[in-house]
């Protein structure tokens, strides 16, 4: 197969998908703070604690995620990480305890780690030896992309349909991918 088949290419423009829908509502994150405190009468301190979480499972997860891309590859472990990840946010949008939010936020946060940055970077390395920077570029773009889109989207979708609806929508098009 030659260095620059359509097939590489298009494994790129997948990962820059994934890349764009799952961490646009990560960092969209910020739409949802007000209207969740406000909502549930919690403190500001006590939200952000709930949502260090995700990072924080995130981080611990990394080594043994990492494994099981060796043992099993990037594909189930992706499909596996945006389904946590997608379901999470649809779960959030029934969540009713800080509990529930706390538990979701570590399922979100597992998913993110399986679904995005470190099986991104290993299936360009093995795809690409040419042009893997530009392979890594195009793929990463996803985020800021996908951030900045899906940030105006929340925001419209929580002012004028409530953060329940904004949660769950945020959710539907990862499960879709």
């Not at 290419?9 to 990962?15: E, F, K, M, N």
């Not at 997860?61 to 099981?68: E, F, I, K, N, V």
């Not at 189930?76 to 379901?87: D, E, L, Q, S, T």
């Given at each position: ?15 820059f998908a994934t890349l764009f829908l799952i961490w646009g509502p990560v960092n969209a994150g910020g739409v949802f ?5 406000r909502h549930f009468g919690w403190s500001r301190g006590w939200f ?130």
């Amino acid at each position: 197969m030659a260095e620059e088949s359509k097939e590489r290419w298009l494994v790129v423009g997948t990962l820059f998908a994934t890349l764009f829908l799952i961490w646009g509502p990560v960092n969209a994150g910020g739409v949802f703070f007000l209207p969740v405190v406000r909502h549930f009468g919690w403190s500001r301190g006590w939200f952000s604690a709930l949502g260090a979480a995700a990072p924080l499972a995130a981080g611990l997860s990394s080594p043994l995620l990492g494994r099981l891309l060796d043992r099993i590859g990037a594909r189930p472990v992706m499909i596996a990480g945006a389904a946590m990840v997608g379901a999470g946010y649809m779960a959030l949008s029934r969540a009713n305890s800080a509990a529930a939010f706390l538990l979701i936020f570590i399922v979100i946060g597992v998913g993110i780690t399986a679904s995005t940055i470190i099986p991104t970077a290993l299936v360009i390395t093995n795809w690409f030896r040419a042009r893997r920077g530009a392979a890594l570029g195009v793929a990463f773009a996803g985020i800021p992309l996908g951030s900045t889109a899906v940030t105006i989207w929340a925001n419209y979708l929580v002012l004028h349909f409530g953060l329940r609806v904004g949660f769950f929508a945020m959710g539907v098009p990862i499960v879709l991918i």
